[in-house]
């Protein structure tokens, strides 16, 4: 079984135990309050195993099965085949704690603040397969995955630092986003040069992902 697949199976899990009992989600939501007030700190983690609803868990889940299969492949070629499930499981986890932790400082004195869900590593991931293959398309929203990961950014920024009051969080979706970036680059920086390279092959004939 892969990595993908348990994180897969323990979010889902957990997940659809905090639909039926809302006391869980209570108990693991990322609360800046309480993580300030009580010293809770394991909810920066915890809160990417709860979702708020069903299709909230399909979403992230989703895309955790489409990405996350393919980027911990990688992770094995780059890193070797013992070493990159490891990596890729490090990489999950820190990209939930990035996502939460600029929220975590923004509303520390906000008891009304919280948050759930996979979007901080499931931010990290797309942006990852964007850097190893920018010229691949997406096919919705049917653009080039460089293109998708700029716009994404770039509107979850503008949405973070307007407060927009949809009910997404913008700011996990961001920084997680940011630190798949850093994750990467830091840990692996001759992809800097395979990036780049692809960037000026420029784009061929579409090859959707």
């Known amino acids: 079984m892969s990595l993908t697949i348990a994180i897969l199976i323990v979010t889902g899990l957990i997940s659809y135990q905090g639909l039926q009992n809302h006391s869980i989600v209570e108990k693991l939501k990322h609360h800046p309050y309480s993580e300030k007030r009580n010293k809770e700190y394991y909810r920066l983690l915890s809160s990417g195993f709860v979702h708020g609803s069903m299709n909230h868990l399909l979403i992230n889940g989703f895309v955790l099965y489409m990405f996350g299969g393919m980027i911990e492949s990688t992770f094995s070629q780059l890193y070797g085949s013992t070493m990159g499930p490891m990596v890729f499981l490090v990489l999950y986890l820190t990209a939930i704690i990035a996502g939460d932790l600029p929220s975590h400082f923004k509303h ?63 700011s996990a979706h961001l920084y997680g986003a940011l630190w798949g970036i850093v994750f990467f680059f830091g840990t692996q920086p001759r992809m800097i040069g395979h990036f780049f390279n692809e960037l000026m092959q420029g784009p061929s004939m579409p090859n959707f992902f």
């Not at 008891?111 to 901080?120: E, I, L, T």
């Not at 010229?135 to 407060?163: E, H, K, L």
């Open 108 to 170: 520390q004195d906000n008891p009304r603040y919280s948050a759930v869900g996979a979007s901080g590593a499931t931010s990290a991931l797309v942006l990852i397969y964007c850097l190893i293959a920018p010229w691949n398309w997406f096919i919705y929203p049917p653009v080039p995955a460089i293109v998708f990961g700029i716009g994404y950014i770039f509107y979850s920024s503008w949405a973070d630092r307007t407060n927009r009051a949809d009910g997404i969080g913008h």
